[in-house]
């Protein structure tokens, strides 16, 4: 393992010098793109030389970008999706600093692009395959249940991504189990994505700044986990004014304030979001035998952000939620409460070591926790589990030339997970699980490459190698070793190495492909058709070998009509290694530890994904269709039988548009087809103790109906008596399953021993028919635009 | 009794469907083939009141098959041979038959048990149960027991022991949590579990005063492993069971209850037979495949080590 090491940190540094020696005689123009209004940074906003396109630079995540030319003349242009674009002249003579402000909106400069000159776009000019970008701004108009916009569900809706079930926001990636995804919020995991058991997620779209999605062509800098990425970036706060938001719906209300601390250097958002509908019904439960009975869920997030210098920025930002469910039965001496949720904390310090590195550095906690108790009479029992990460990071985006850009990085984590740790009391005798948590580090390396051969091929070569180690205090189950605390257990590791690369068939077309390994170390297997607050998620250990995974993707690019249309077709083969599931006779249990009722086997999934958006326009949207084949084979189920999973859905269709009528009325709508969900049948039924029971047929080999659904709404923003009022509101009217078709949520067998006859029924229950809701959102801008 | 973590989740979808606006409707799934399977149903057991060695044999019903009560009857095999080997000898069962007991309320009753109205049966149907008539098989503790069944072609095998019995120490009746109800009682029983892992199975009256077993009658000593432990066991399920007196006792009755010590592939049986009957109707289990222990066929062969107890129910 040290050997990899160093082969992988001396190849790290040989890279830089080269890539140093090569980068002289020219000059580096660096800096910031923001929103002119509210001095938020812009992620992946590009800056290019409009005489040779190929001369550009994208920010990253922190809104940083660095080109390094030949000295000379040069027209740059700034853009920025839903932004004006902005060209400036220059003559560069020295390293300059550059911040760029782009204001809202698509109208033009003073200057303006001739209609032969394309602009640059990523669709086409990216390395990456497999990556789409969500603002915000464009999910708030889209249709959503009960009012709630939900980001995870709006990219339900790109093809390659499944939902996990009717109105869930959980969701499955190019038949990847709903663990392989990576979840960030600034940089945290989130382990549970899910509130009100997945029916809303747990990310407050007021307080989202931008949101990516990577699905196949995973790059270097991320890593464990085998399928997809969703990297969430908060908002930092207005530096420059105050600004309030918030909304009034059916189910939640919320608010977000922000401002500076010190103007255009220190910023501040904080956002809150809570459920009433259960609090609403207290009174009626009030003198019932259910009185106290309630559920909600909540949310909170802040952020602040100090610019010390040009050279350093910090960041501190956290997230807080829960879920609360209180059962109470007063006349039973019943009661019990279950809140689960997550937390999070990220501190991050940007630094600039010159205009050409950049560096971040992370300390980011986070957890998942859920925890019961309860009891009735003397009777108290109380659970708890949960997982929780100890993570430093440092990462490096290095702009030697137009021609490459180098990250490279470190990544350290320290898990401890909590298996169901239970306690409980019956007035006299104590008693509890012996099941300890279980603890494991996370080590990764990375470096990666996006550079150019010539003017049409363009590469994102990357090397991630990274190892996990089970630590002690642990006892073996294998040879009854002991291990005291953070003596190691076992080792894990591997070298995943990443690879994209476009070709550039004209200026509005080109050809990717991908080949992408990856590793996961902790993993999560659920035995029900959808993921649970309590499924539980579990390290590498000696007996649970991590996931890996290939995958294999090949994309053809192609934008229309100078970028107003983007267009792919991509194809991906995905082989799994390792993969987790239950024994078919499973049953959920206190008694013993989930690793030791895991079943291992193999997974393949396959499929092909058309994607055709409009961005630009009084009419942008969307249309996805995906064709796919997941399947997994388990030896211990039905003797390595490969069956279709659960994540396998064949077809898989959305079109989503919004158009606006006028600029105060705007129509969305969402139109979504897929085949039915796979399910295993009734086969026969037996009678044992005189009670009809169930066999089953082989795992997943009927289908549900299909499903399709078609969801509105409208945004109406009421007339302002003059431009530039400080408190601007609108109302959004959402209609879920407009045509009310009866989609199974899930099926059940009824069987009924009656008179002189014995049966089994199977029946269908839908859960979401037409629902409407109406949703009043307002915003107070301390400083409006006029 | 026993402690699922998936029940953790009923009350949160009871107030999920409250909260939402969910139908239902009967759904025609496309027809499964499926191959009949010979069911059995067979217990040995030890201890005081323990019922003779006896073996039920059965064959699974097709899903889309709706059964009357002579399609239902016509279910039993009774051309069976059906032999155990208690480690000493081999014991063939004696077939009897509801046709052998002249009509009259043993008969009735007899039938009820086996989930029978005789008045829908047609006369030419009969139910017959392989019994150990003369009690030669040795029911004891700590002895395996193999079963042989062979009906024409086909060969049944399956094993099982009873286990030592771990006896209740002592029986309570109390007022029942929350407002008081007079006549309402609980059972609280205390067991002084042994250090090693141990499966246990109850019986109480229902209100038929037959034999029968709550929402769950299993559990096994993880949680109370070694412990001198105090319980509550609730009464088996009635017809009319509610939320608000679930398995609590009338004042005044007498019940018999049927404690049992069984051994781990007996437990995993009933456990997934138990979990797949009441996780119909939630959105949130899979499937479960019940754990037979029967090899060429479907069923249990289950050993019980008995104490039977009757309680006179008082506060």
Known sequence: MLKYQFVFLLSTHFFLLVNLLSAQNTFTISGYISDAATGETLIGANVYNTEDQSQGATTNVYGFYSLTLPEGQYQLSATYLGYTDQLLDLNLTEDTKLPISLSQGVLMTEVTISAEEQEKDSNVESTQMGVVELQVANIKKLPALLGEVDILKTMQLLPGVLSSGEGNSGFYVRGGGPDQNLVLLDEAIVYNTGHLLGFFSVFNADVIKNTTLIKGGMPANYGGRLSSVVDVQMKEGNNKHYEAEGGIGLISSRLTFEGPLIKDKASFIVSGRRTYALDLAQPALKGGNFEGTNYYFYDLNAKVNYTVSDKDRIFLSGYFGRDVLVFSQPNRDFEFELPYGNRTATLRWNHLFNDKLFMNLSAIYNDYELQFNGGQADFKFGLLSGVRDYNLKMDFDYFPSPNHTIKYGANYTYHKLTPNTTSATNGETEFSSDFLPKYGQEVAFYIQDDFAIGKSLRINAGLRYSFFTQLGPYTSKLDGTVYESFDPVVTYDGLEPRLSMKYTVSPESSLKGAVTLTNQYIHLASNSSSTLPTDLWVPSTEIVAPQRAVQYALGYFRNFNNNVYESSIEVYYKDLRNQIDYADDQVPTLSEEDEDQFVFGIGRAYGAEFFLRKNKGDLTGWIGYTLSKTERSFTEIEDGRWYPAVYDRRNDLSVVGNYEISPRLEIGGAFIYGSGRFFTPAESFVFIENKLNILYAGRNTSKLPDYHRLDLSLTYKPKQKKEGKKFVSTWNLSIYNVYNRKNPFFIYYDPTIDEGTSSLQAYQVTIFPIIPSITWNFKWNQKPKA | ?315
């Open chain 2, 1 to 315: 009794m026993n402690t699922q973590l998936s029940t953790i989740m009923y009350p949160i979808c009871a107030l999920l469907i409250l909260m939402i606006i969910g139908c239902e409707e009967e759904f025609n799934p496309p027809i499964t083939a499926s191959a009949e399977q010979y069911v059995v149903e067979g217990y040995v057991e030890a201890g005081e009141g323990a019922n003779p060695t006896y073996v039920l044999i059965t064959r699974s019903v097709p899903f889309f098959d709706e059964l009357n009560a002579d399609e239902f009857a016509s279910l039993f095999v009774n051309n069976a041979d059906v032999a155990v080997d208690d480690g000493d000898k081999v014991v063939q069962l004696s077939k009897f038959c509801l046709g052998d007991i002249p009509d009259g309320p043993i008969k009735d009753e007899l039938a009820e048990q086996f989930g029978l109205d005789l008045t829908t049966v047609s006369d030419d149907v009969d139910i017959c149960v392989y019994v150990d008539f003369n009690n030669q098989i040795i029911q004891e503790e700590g002895r395996s027991y193999d079963l042989t069944i062979r009906i024409e072609d086909d060969l049944l095998t399956a094993t099982t022991t009873i286990p030592k019995l771990v006896a209740l120490d002592s029986f309570m009746f109390e007022e029942i949590p929350g407002v008081p109800v007079d006549s309402l009682a609980q059972l609280f029983c205390r067991i002084a579990d042994p250090s090693d892992a141990n499966y246990y199975r109850y019986f109480t009256d229902d209100d038929a005063g037959n034999l029968n077993t709550a929402f769950s009658s299993i559990t096994d000593d993880v949680q109370f492993n070694g412990q001198d432990f105090r319980f509550p066991i609730a009464q088996a399920d009635n017809d009319d069971v509610s939320f608000e007196d679930y398995g609590f006792f009338n004042v005044g009755d007498t019940v018999t209850l049927k404690w049992c010590t069984i051994d781990k592939e007996h437990y995993d049986f009933w456990n997934t037979f138990e979990y797949s009957l009441n996780g119909q109707g939630s959105p949130f289990t899979s499937y479960t495949r019940i754990a037979g222990n029967v090899d060429g066929g479907f069923g249990i062969w289950g050993g019980y080590s008995v104490q039977l107890e009757e309680l006179i129910v008082a506060k």
